[in-house]
T-cell receptor
Framework: RKEVEQDPGPFNVPEGATVAFNCTYS??????FFWYRQDCRKEPKLLMS???SGNEDGRFTAQLNRASQYISLLIRDSKLSDSATYLC??????????FGAGTRLFVKA | DVKVTQSSRYLVKRTGEKVFLECVQD?????MFWYRQDPGLGLRLIYF???????EKGDIPEGYSVSREKKERFSLILESASTNQTSMYLC???????????????FGPGTRLTVT
């Protein structure tokens, strides 16, 4: 079983839709959690950190459930430019970082 | 803006060659990382370094070594390239300061290595 698991998708949604991604992690000692975005043939870039209390950045909302060991990302009012792969990232102690394999999102006009 | 640069975007090498991939960051970051990314497998950590001359194995270190002689530079070495090392190689750095910001990773553009 992978340490960080994501639904690979793809998710195909129309513009304006709300879409949610989930990610589960198996190591209960994991400390920090992030969502990264990766465009085709580009490097990953930090989208947002995930805080225990949940946090929002514009149209994006991230949630963490430590008891169930899952992280979620909600995108509201999807734009064409949101089309990308979204990577769930978990940090173990000591800066070791585990990336999920990513969830592909296609937003269509 | 943090800038992480990698020496080559594309590289083609022959089986058995020694390959050097270079990564440089300009923000005085403490930690540097090398990953490889393959379809369906995501990013996998090869090695990381938390200080000059310090290194730790990641999840897939076999067939690779690293060197960090200066804080800003982290090199990945394939001692004898094999076809199963054909992949996208990504370098990253993190500030290493306390708190959540210390874990935020900044990536270089990647090197697509083909071993024939």
């Amino acid at each position: 079983r992978k340490e960080v698991e994501q639904d690979p998708g793809p998710f195909n949604v129309p513009e304006g839709a709300t879409v949610a991604f989930n990610c589960t992690y198996s190591n209960s000692a994991s400390q920090s959690f992030f969502w990264y975005r990766q465009d085709c043939r580009k490097e990953p870039k930090l989208l947002m950190s995930v805080y225990s209390s949940g946090n929002e950045d514009g149209r994006f909302t991230a949630q963490l459930n430590r008891a169930s060991q899952y992280i979620s990302l909600l995108i509201r009012d999807s734009k064409l430019s949101d089309s990308a792969t979204y990577l769930c990232v978990v940090n173990r102690i000591g800066f070791k970082t585990i990336f999920g394999a990513g969830t592909r999102l296609f937003v269509k006009a | 803006d943090v800038k992480v640069t990698q020496s080559s975007r594309y590289l083609v090498k022959r089986t058995g060659e020694k390959v050097f991939l270079e990564c440089v960051q300009d923000m005085d970051h403490e930690n540097m990382f090398w990953y490889r990314q393959d379809p369906g497998l995501g990013l996998r950590l090869i090695y990381f370094s938390y200080d000059v001359k310090m290194k730790e194995k990641g999840d897939i270190p076999e067939g690779y070594s690293v060197s960090r002689e200066k804080k800003e530079r982290f090199s990945l070495i394939l001692e004898s390239a094999s076809t199963n090392q054909t992949s996208m190689y990504l370098c990253a750095s993190t500030p290493g300061i306390g708190g959540r910001r210390g874990y935020e990773q900044y990536f270089g553009p990647g090197t697509r290595l083909t071993v024939t």
